[in-house]
């Protein structure tokens, strides 16, 4: 399965702010996507990160406050901006390596707490 | 929209105890059903992936049963350990999309 490395694992940051999270895969994927889990909640997608294109994004949520880059088959980034409390989270990369017959495979996460 | 349930949303066993966890979906056209392992402060572990067509799926003490029709997989771990101790998602997928339940927290008490 592929190894997803994200970074920051964590940060605390100021209310207003923007914080960048990247994701690399060691391998070419053809699916990366970004969850949300809010504290005690389960996981939601926020949208797929596509190639060359602009991110699909889930009812919810929008392009100005979670701009997302894919400029390759192996990384991506979410930006998680102009943050708020309720924006503590923590935000996973995921991908998928083939077809809807393979499983999906999550990074470590990083988990955001903003003051 | 999928909506997915787990029950019980958590559980507390005695090790060397057989665990049972259940999930629950509402859209039976789903592409294939996935069981994850979270551990505290840690991502996710995929565990083992049922498709749509697959009644169940084994990999060493778990096994995962599916049946589509009434929506309904449950998780079943044999002789739990306290290592097995940790939140299970199951997560079940539609096109490209994964919609996840809320998990069951798992202790497993020595």
């Known amino acids: 399965s592929a190894v997803i490395s994200q970074k920051p694992s964590r940060d605390i940051c100021q209310r207003g702010t923007s914080l960048t999270i990247q994701c690399q895969v060691d391998?070419?994927?053809?699916?990366m996507f970004w969850y949300r889990q809010q504290p005690g909640q389960s996981l939601t997608l926020i949208a797929t990160a596509n190639q060359g294109s602009e991110a699909t994004y889930e009812s919810g949520f929008v392009i100005d406050k979670f701009p997302i880059s894919r400029p390759n088959l192996t990384f991506s980034t979410l930006t998680v901006s102009n943050m708020s409390p309720e924006d503590s989270s923590i935000y996973l990369c995921?991908?998928?390596?083939?077809?809807?017959?393979?499983?999906?495979?999550f990074g470590d996460g990083t988990r955001l707490s903003i003051l | 929209k999928q909506e997915v349930t787990q029950i019980p949303a958590a559980l507390s066993v005695p090790e060397g105890e057989n665990l049972v966890l259940n999930c629950s979906f509402t859209?039976?056209?789903?592409?294939?059903l996935q069981w994850f392992r979270q551990d505290p402060g840690k991502g996710l572990t995929s565990l083992l992936l049922i498709q749509s067509s697959q009644r169940e799926q084994t990999s060493g003490r778990l096994n995962a049963s599916l049946d589509k029709s009434s929506g309904r997989s449950t998780l079943y771990i044999a002789a739990s350990q306290p290592g097995d101790s940790a939140t299970y998602l199951c997560a079940v997928k539609d096109d490209y999309k994964l919609s996840f339940g809320a998990g069951t927290t798992v202790t497993v008490r020595a």
């Open positions: 391998s070419q994927v053809t699916m």
């Open positions: 995921s991908v998928a390596t083939g077809g809807s017959d393979q499983p999906q495979h």
């Open positions: 859209d039976s056209a789903i592409y294939n």
